[in-house]
Structures are given as structure tokens and as C-alpha cells.
């Protein structure tokens, strides 16, 4: 409700989705999900006079049919223009009844699911965003959007995470955030210089801000040509020291001591 409040101009979508659904009134443990949930949007879309929703597409978020919501809406949309204009009511009927298969769709429209899937991916709603987390899905042992056998372990945060740069990226500034937060990870991750040692002039002082044992990989390689560098730890326990003595006024930080239990806690 929180997130309702903070974004009233979705109500009415909502509305309507969570209205679809009464009207569905489906045994819920013999129908697909994602064709719930597609229909429930596609409702939202085809009445098309919500504040918010733009058209429906298949996204991050929502990359494959099997995702439902705006993506299954998306595809229901393209049968309905290409294959059969009645499409949404008798997949609606086939699920009411609870005779719904993927054969459904053959029947309806003389091509296979897969097959109607393959020829929607050719549409500008099918996304780029959509496509390149369906590929490293697919890259990582996933088939129609689900783990398979063949998953990997991590596979499925490293989806995650790919999904949450696609969608910081749309917002605005996003690409800028998204690039800026990778550069660092790899700063942090690999342990990369910023800038060839060389390119740092012999008479320079350097300081990397973090520290790791054994010294970041930044301190190393400016110490080699006898520049002067420090890493991380000389500001943790300046930092450390300022803040002792503003807690005891007119005490001294023992930055000696203080500097020797961080050489020890990273054995330095
Ligand atoms: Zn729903």
C-alpha cells in the first residue's frame, strides 16, 4: 500500500488488473499463471484509459510470455492483430473451463505457440531490454524464462542483477548511474588500476582510498618506480583519530596504537 500511495497514478491499472481476476474467477490450479496474470493486463491495456500504462511490452522485468503480466499482454496483442481478432475471449473460455493447453493456440490460430513466440520477438514490443536478459537466461540454462536441470548455480542472482541495471538504466540518468556503479565493482572486484602506473609522474604521492591485505593492487604498482603511496588505512585511522577525539575533548587519538591493531587486523 505504501508503494500505492506514493504512486496514485497507478491505482486505476490496478483496479482494473485486480478486477480482471474476479472476473476470472479461474480454478487457479490448472491454469497457467502467466496467462492469468496476461489476460489481467491485457484488460488493463485494451480498456487503455489508465494514467499511467503505456503500451503493453515485454521488458526486464518481464521478458517471456511465461512472465505474464505485460509481456503475456503484449503477445495476446499480436495474436489478436496478425492471427485472430477473438484470441483474448476464447483463451479466456479455455481457461474458465479448465481445458487449456498450449495446443490451444494452434488451434486457434493454425501455428504452433512456439512458433507465434519466435514471430512476436520480430516486434518493437519484444524489447531489447527483454531480449538480453532472455539471452543470458538462456546463456545460463534457462528455457521459456525457468531453471532447468542445466541451471548454475548463481545463475539466478546474476539474472537478477542484470534485470535491476536494465531498470535503473531507464530511468532517468540511469545509464550513467549503472556504468558509473560497474566501473566501480571492477575497481573493487578485480583490484584494477585507475590509470597505468606509468602515466603517474616518478615524483607523484598517491593515495588509494581502500585497503586489502597484502596492499591494493594500486599501491603496489606506483611503489615500484619509488613514488610515494599510501593506501586506505592512513585515512581509516585519521578518520578513526578525528573521531576519538571529538568523543573525548582534550584527549589525544593514540594514533600508534591505533595504526598497529590495523596493520595487525590486516597482517600487513
Ligand atoms: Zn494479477
Redesign the pocket.
Known amino acids: 500500500m505504501d508503494w500505492l500511495t506514493n504512486s496514485p497514478e497507478e491505482l486505476d491499472a490496478y483496479l482494473v488488473?485486480?478486477m480482471a481476476?474476479v472476473a476470472q474467477n479461474y480454478a487457479w490450479w490448472r491454469t497457467p499463471p502467466h496467462w492469468?496474470?496476461g489476460l489481467?493486463d491485457y484488460a488493463t491495456y485494451k480498456l487503455g484509459y489508465t494514467n499511467a500504462w503505456r503500451c503493453a511490452q515485454c521488458s526486464a522485468m518481464y521478458p517471456h510470455y511465461t512472465s505474464g503480466y505485460s509481456c503475456a499482454a503484449a503477445f495476446l496483442f499480436f495474436v489478436e492483430a496478425d492471427y485472430n481478432a477473438q484470441i483474448a475471449a476464447q483463451l479466456n473460455q479455455k481457461l474458465r473451463r479448465g481445458k487449456y493447453s498450449d495446443a490451444f493456440f494452434k488451434d486457434a490460430t493454425g501455428i504452433e505457440l512456439r512458433e507465434l513466440w519466435k514471430a512476436f520477438q520480430k516486434t518493437p514490443a519484444f524489447t531489447s531490454s527483454a531480449a538480453d536478459i532472455l539471452k543470458m537466461e538462456e546463456s545460463l540454462g534457462y528455457v521459456n524464462g525457468k531453471p532447468t536441470a542445466k541451471t548454475k548455480s548463481g545463475a539466478a542472482q546474476k539474472i537478477a542483477q542484470a534485470r535491476s541495471y536494465a531498470i535503473i538504466e531507464q530511468q532517468p540518468g540511469g545509464a550513467v548511474i549503472v556504468s558509473a556503479y560497474q566501473f566501480l565493482k571492477s575497481l573493487r572486484d578485480n583490484d584494477q588500476l585507475p590509470l597505468a602506473a606509468e602515466q603517474v609522474s616518478p615524483g607523484a604521492a598517491g593515495l588509494d582510498l581502500v585497503y586489502r591485505r597484502g596492499g591494493t593492487a594500486w599501491v603496489r604498482a606506483l611503489s615500484k618506480g619509488g613514488r610515494r603511496i599510501s593506501d586506505g588505512r592512513t585515512m581509516l585511522v585519521a578518520q578513526g583519530a578525528a573521531a576519538f577525539e571529538r568523543f573525548f575533548p582534550g584527549v589525544h587519538a593514540p594514533v600508534e596504537v591505533m595504526r598497529a591493531a590495523v596493520e595487525r587486523a590486516l597482517r600487513a
Open positions: 488488473h485486480e481476476h492469468t496474470e489481467a
